[in-house]
């Protein structure tokens, strides 16, 4: 497996999982970017299939997938913009300024979001075992707060205290965690 810092595989099957990898991770990003600048959801559509299908194209000649990130945020502000023009007659389109500030922007911002995301995956790592499965247990679809606090025999304001504590904790860490890399 190839790893994102890597340049690209030499073999079409490794390049082909290179991309795939790489655009499952940053593809919520890049769907929040396009839905930014784009008036409706069927035009989202349009565009995420437009840059997938030109990312693809145009991926062998990215020497460096960590630029993965930039790189396909790139390709997704020409592709609005080619969007753009041919629904030029539409009064809810930006204009070309405004989306390439926003591109700009949303490149900048997933990077923040993923480093985010690792500090908070080494500060949940920190925590003690319990509180580490009890924070992760808060947030899981299928579990109710009033769940949790009947399996640990506590009350529900007990427990909202406990994770507040908790998110307090995470909160702090990741603040010193982000201070240290930049």
């Known amino acids: 497996m190839q790893?994102?810092?890597?340049?690209?595989?030499?073999?079409p099957n490794e390049l082909q999982e290179a991309f795939l990898r790489l655009w499952t991770h940053h593809e919520p990003g890049l769907r929040a970017f396009v839905g930014s600048c784009s008036?409706?959801?069927?035009e989202v559509d349009e565009v995420?299939?437009?840059?997938?299908?030109?990312?693809?194209?145009?991926?062998?000649?990215?020497?460096?997938h960590s630029a993965f990130a930039p790189w396909v945020f790139t390709v997704a502000k020409y592709e609005l913009l080619m969007t753009r023009r041919r629904h030029a007659r539409n009064r809810l389109v930006l204009s070309n300024d405004i989306?390439?500030?926003?591109?700009k922007e949303a490149a900048e911002e997933v990077t923040?979001?993923?480093q985010q995301l690792d500090?908070?995956?080494?500060c949940i790592e920190k925590l003690p075992t319990e509180r580490q499965e009890l924070a992760l247990a808060a947030y899981r679809k299928e579990t109710s707060i009033r769940d949790i606090a009947n399996q640990q025999?506590?009350?529900?304001g007990s427990l909202y205290q406990l994770l507040s504590r908790i998110r307090k904790q995470l909160?702090?860490?990741?603040?010193?965690?982000?201070?240290q890399s930049s």
């Open 3 to 11: 790893s994102e810092n890597s340049n690209h595989p030499a073999e």
């Open 39 to 42: 008036p409706n959801s069927a």
């Open 48 to 64: 995420m299939q437009d840059v997938s299908i030109a990312a693809w194209k145009k991926f062998h000649t990215l020497d460096d």
């Open 99 to 103: 989306v390439e500030t926003l591109a």
């Open 112 to 114: 923040l979001r993923h």
């Open 119 to 122: 500090a908070l995956d080494n």
């Open 153 to 156: 025999g506590r009350s529900e």
């Open 171 to 179: 909160f702090q860490c990741m603040e010193q965690t982000l201070s």
